[in-house]
Each structure stands twice: as structure tokens, then as C-alpha cells.
């Protein structure tokens, strides 16, 4: 079974620019989340989607950030325009529900993002 | 949020058994013990989970006392793949809501040979 997969693996962008981060999750998973670490800090939880509704997204930094999940199935989080503050990795985690493997989240490999 | 505490980095070597220890002294009475291990360019993965006594699986034991005020995972045998970040995280698990991971520094092993 494929895991969750994040594309690209790194992207290097000017500030001003406009990123799109790609996740797809882990067939099946309703449950579809969005952390991020910028550099030196905590990995902190961005936002987690319920298949396409948004279900809590009190992470979101500003309004500069814009996560979609059409269909329920893959998500994008665009940055626009972006910052240098914006730099680090973006990390996508899928769970199959609320309850079971008591919410085991499955992470993706990250997106390291660099905005120069 | 329960607020954990572990020790930034810890040193073994190859074969012997690790322990690492978390406190969270503010554990609510539906929190869950979780605990996740990050290899460099990669995301954290889940290893292991409690509420309370001991909890065995193949890669790894958790020990929790009767105050849950903190919590010890143990790592047998450990090799030099080992090496990776470890956190500890503690959270409500709600009847029918996956929510939200909340990580902290975690703890730095390092297997020497």
C-alpha cells in the first residue's frame, strides 16, 4: 500500500511568489492534515481536513496560506505571495478516522520549501 | 494542550537497551500517550501508544506509572538505524474526532558503534 506522498520534494522560490504544495494521502483516509517546522522551531499543525470540509483550520498562519481538498481525495496548500518567514517543511499526515488505531496519523516525507 | 518535557539528546551505543523519559504533569484524564520517531528528511512515524501500565509491540515498550505524570519509552537493542528524533506527544482522543498532533522538541538519539 502506498503511504502518503508530498510533491515537490523541494522548492526554491523568490519572495513574492506563488508556491503550490501538493499531499496525497493514504487511499481512503478521510482524515488529511497539514504541519509545517520552520527552521529552529516545533513542528506545528497547520490544518486537518474531514474529507473536503475543513474541520480545523486554527494553525493557519495568515491569509497568505490557502488549503483546498477537492473530492475529498488530495489536497494543495498555495502560499501567496510568499515570505522568507515561510521557509521550512510542510509535512502532510492522513488518518483513516477518529477512533480505531486511536488516531495514528501516517506522514509524508515533507516539502522543503525556500523562499529566498 | 498537555505541555511534555523530555531531554533535548541522548547518546547509546549499539545493543543496548534506551530509555527515554516524558513528563507531562498537566496529563488530562482522556489524554493518550503517543509516541513518534523521525528519521532526517523524512515525517515522524508512529511507534507507539498507552494510557496507562505497559504497552508492547514489536519495535518498542511504554511504561506509564499509576499518575501518568510521565511516561518511558524503551527501545531494545538498539542499532544504529535507531538513531532518529523521538517525541512524545499527549492528547484527548474524542469518540468520532481525529484531531490534531501537537509535537515538541523531542529527543535526539544518537547509537554509537
Known amino acids: 500500500e502506498a503511504g502518503v506522498t508530498q510533491f515537490p520534494s523541494h522548492s526554491v522560490i523568490e519572495k513574492g511568489q506563488t508556491v503550490t504544495l501538493r499531499c496525497d494521502p493514504i487511499s481512503g483516509h478521510d482524515n488529511l492534515y497539514w504541519y509545517r517546522r520552520v527552521m529552529g522551531k516545533e513542528i506545528k499543525f497547520l490544518l486537518h481536513?474531514?474529507?473536503?470540509?475543513?474541520?480545523?483550520e486554527s494553525g493557519m498562519p495568515n491569509n497568505r496560506f490557502l488549503a483546498e481538498r477537492t473530492g475529498g481525495t488530495y489536497s494543495t496548500l498555495k502560499v501567496q505571495p510568499a515570505e522568507l518567514e515561510d521557509s521550512g517543511v510542510y509535512f502532510c499526515a492522513s488518518s483513516h478516522g477518529g477512533l480505531g488505531r486511536y488516531n495514528e496519523q501516517f506522514f509524508g516525507p515533507g516539502t522543503r520549501l525556500t523562499v529566498l | 494542550l498537555a505541555k511534555t518535557t523530555q531531554p533535548i539528546s541522548m547518546d547509546s551505543y549499539e545493543g543496548q537497551e534506551v530509555n527515554i523519559t516524558c513528563s507531562h504533569n498537566n496529563i488530562a484524564t482522556n489524554d493518550y500517550i503517543t509516541w513518534y520517531q523521525q528519521f532526517p528528511s523524512q515525517g515522524p512515524r508512529f511507534i507507539i501508544q498507552g494510557y496507562k501500565t505497559k504497552v508492547t509491540n514489536e519495535v518498542a515498550s511504554l511504561f506509564i506509572p499509576a499518575d501518568r505524570k510521565s511516561s518511558t519509552l524503551s527501545l531494545p537493542r538498539v542499532s544504529l538505524s535507531d538513531t532518529a528524533v523521538y517525541y512524545c506527544?499527549?492528547?484527548?482522543?474524542?469518540?468520532?474526532?481525529?484531531?490534531?498532533?501537537?509535537f515538541g522538541s523531542g529527543t535526539q538519539l544518537t547509537v554509537l558503534p
Open positions: 506527544l499527549v492528547g484527548a482522543i474524542s469518540s468520532g474526532s481525529a484531531r490534531q498532533l501537537t
Open positions: 481536513f474531514v474529507k473536503e470540509s475543513k474541520q480545523d
